[in-house]
């Protein structure tokens, strides 16, 4: 029970927290807030830096980049932002600083020396002929950061060429230089060299991905700028860092694009609520109130959906095993199973045989206050006319087989309550006096109302047992 409890309380957690169950409506709108156009992993590098730059604290402000089509990043103004960012992570110092840029232009000739080159292509190139030279001064580091240059390097000139459309066209996705394959478009690990003080997480769709968890819906935690690099596994600092931060975006295939800002705090308080309406639930009906849960199970018995308990099939009345409690540890104990069956039997033979009682008990007080009535002198002979107790005590006596019986299973059959509300009314009629009088009984008038549905009463009997003989023959 304590094991579905959490469950449940993780589950409400995870379905209001960011990025982690899609809603269909809204992941549409987060994958347009990236183009798709080859250069989308440029453009989240940008948009987690823009959510971070004014302030912004709310998750609609944060969103704004997804929900408001003048913020859209195909919009003038912020394809011109767009431009600014990826030309200050080219030419500014805070960026690349283990990189020697070169000089380019196609008046220059390619000398290493003079670190001039003719074109960014010519330089990477040569670069990487002296990595394959295992050259000292193009070690694998300085090789990989070099490549990322040239990688951003690439996005902006193709971004600032006239000819060429942001929306209509796409950015290559390599290059092949004089023979070299050069892959152009953005990695995951390219955050690392922009992320510079800022916090963000990067979530994946890896429906794709062998061998790594994956949950259909979900996405899956990837990268965060408190870890260098991409990963599936993170500690509890890490993962409390990307919840703190709420600036994420996603992978979806190939596609990178923002999430929507969804804050744990919020959340956390609504999944424990959600929690205590749960525990509530099982402890006044004894099931969860979620059928896609699994059934509570309680010392050989399984919870059911039309009754209180059921007998679980699986495990033999007879066993000698050890069964698991729900709390601590059995040690040599045998906890039997429970024959439900035997025990609602003799349950209704007790509640039959109380009622016997009862009502004997109240023919036994009515004959004898009938005898003591004198007789009148018109009479020869003494008429016994029977008077009905009118006490609180032969009202509660009455109904109390079938109150114990309702508290027995919380899906008791219908005919008991209509037999119950018929004492009431029944006492209502002919007490009237007594009722009206009484502040606490003059709330059985609303039993009146209640009595209007006795006219569907042999309906339902007949078809609850009807499901009866059906939960039998399932039995």
Known sequence: MVNQLSSTFLDTLKKDIKGIKKKEEEIKNTIKSCSPNGLCGYQLDHLLRERTQYSDTTGSQKDIYITSKAMNITQPRQLDLLKNYLKAVVQHSNYFTTVKKPFVNTKYFNDVTKNTFQTYDDWIYIRYQQHLMHKSEVNDKKYHD??????????????????????????????????????LWYGVEMFDYTKEKRNFSIFHNNIAIENVPYIKNFYILFYTTKSNGSKYAFSREEILDCVEAMNDGALDSEHFHLLSTHYFNSHLISALKELFENMLYIVCYGEFRKLEYTRLHRCGVKAHLKRAYI??????????????????????????????????????????????????????????????????????????????????????????????????DSNYKNNKKYETISILREYHN???????????????????????????EQEVNELEEKEDIDEKILL
């Open 311 to 408: 007998k679980d099939l699986t495990i033999s009345s007879n066993n000698t095993d050890n069964v698991a409690p729900i709390f601590g540890s059995t040690n040599s104990k045998v906890i039997q199973c429970i024959d439900m069956e035997k025990e609602e039997e003799e349950f209704e033979k007790r509640a039959a045989a109380a009622k016997a009682n009862c009502e004997a008990a109240q023919t036994n007080v009515a004959i004898g206050q009938e005898l003591a009535l004198p007789t009148t002198s018109n009479s020869s002979k003494a008429v016994v006319h029977a008077k009905k107790d009118k006490s609180i005590d032969s009202l509660f006596k009455r109904i109390l087989p079938n109150i114990l019986f309702m508290l027995k």
């Open 430 to 456: 002919d007490n009237l006096d007594i009722v009206n009088n009484d502040p606490i009984l003059n709330s059985l008038s609303e039993i009146i109302d209640l009595t209007n549905q006795e006219k569907d």
């Open 146 to 183: 070099e490549l990322i240059y040239y990688k951003f390097m690439k996005a902006y000139l193709w971004l600032i060429d006239p000819n060429n459309d942001f929306i209509l066209h796409n950015f290559p996705r390599s290059i092949v230089f004089k023979g070299v394959k050069f892959e």
